[in-house]
């Protein structure tokens, strides 16, 4: 698996995000911590910094560990925006996805943070392309679940019609 380093900020980012997003928060009377009110459409200020982020992180998507073109790139909150209203214009909260990533993982908040990642948690299986949690180190039966979670099914069935067409 390529592992995904978390990365400073832009120098950008303070002024075209969160002194933008703060400031509309404000404006709106939202709580600054907490769920925000249902229904909640944030301004998209984060999508501003999708390119500097994709080259921060050299294109790699942080959940599924592989190589994504500019175009398919997206700013995806690792926790949700309809979560927590004091990290929807945080740097530390993005993570650079693909869109099927970040569209599968919607709002889910119990998976394993890929900046968080311990080496060796995932196995590639060369004959089959499926990405294995590997049950033979020494993780605790939480970090295991967690990792387990971060598979997304999706890209796994990806990977087999993949495997099949090219056999």
């Known amino acids: 698996m390529i592992c995904v380093e978390k990365q400073h900020e832009p120098k950008n980012f ?8 703060l400031k509309w928060i404000q404006k709106h009377q939202l709580l600054e911590n907490g769920a925000p009110p249902v229904g ?3 301004p998209t200020y984060w999508t501003s910094i999708t390119e500097p982020l994709y ?3 050299g ?3 942080a959940y599924y560990a592989h190589f994504i073109h500019l175009l398919d790139a997206e700013i995806d909150h690792f926790i949700p925006k309809s ?4 990290l929807v214009y945080e740097w530390d909260n993005y993570r650079l996805a693909c869109s099927k990533a970040n569209k599968y993982k919607a709002d889910k908040i119990s998976i394993l943070d890929p900046f968080l990642l311990e080496l060796e948690t995932f196995y590639l299986n060369l004959i089959t392309g499926e ?11 939480k970090y295991i679940a967690l990792a387990k979670s971060r598979i997304f099914p999706e890209f796994f069935q990806f990977r087999k019609t993949f495997n099949t067409k090219s056999r």
């Not at 303070?14 to 997003?21: A, L, N, T």
């Not at 049950?135 to 039966?141: G, Q, R």
């Open 83 to 86: 979560k927590e209203i004091a």
């Open 131 to 141: 990405i294995i949690v590997n049950l033979k180190a020494n993780f605790s039966a």
């Open 55 to 57: 080259n921060k992180y």
């Open 14 to 21: 303070e002024i075209d995000v969160r002194k933008k997003g």
């Open 59 to 61: 294109g790699i998507c």
């Open 40 to 42: 909640t459409k944030f």
